[in-house]
């Protein structure tokens, strides 16, 4: 059953900017963490980024300074702002949320950069 909805990947030039969305309908509850992970081609998903209550923010050493997650309560959406974007980015991005005992994921969107 999908849940959250991703979109805002596709293909771009390193040193270009995307910005990813993730929404989710209202019936999921006590979300206390939302995040994006990446799996990139022949390697494990990571989490590149995450958010909690209170907008504490931690992101993966090859993000941090390039990449800001955000989240909009009011319109029930994550954010995943990518700037100066590198080849090694390039993968397929998954938004999570975070609920006590449920995880809820997105279809995953595809980000490819070129050099």
């Known amino acids: 059953q999908v849940q959250l909805v991703e979109s805002g990947g596709g293909l771009v030039q390193a040193g270009g900017s995307l910005r990813l969305s993730c929404a989710a309908p209202?019936?999921?509850?006590?979300?206390?963490?939302m995040g994006w992970y990446r799996q990139a081609p022949g390697k494990q998903r990571e989490l590149v980024a995450d958010i909690t209550t209170g907008d504490s923010t931690s992101y993966a050493d090859s993000v941090k300074g390039r990449f800001t997650i955000s989240r909009d309560n009011a319109k029930n959406t994550v954010y995943l702002e990518m700037n100066s974007l590198k080849p090694e980015d390039t993968g397929v991005y998954y938004c999570?949320?975070?609920?006590?005992?449920?995880?809820?994921w997105g279809q995953g969107t595809q980000v490819t950069v070129s050099s």
């Open positions: 999570q949320w975070q609920a006590p005992g449920l995880q809820y």
């Open positions: 209202s019936l999921i509850f006590n979300v206390n963490a």
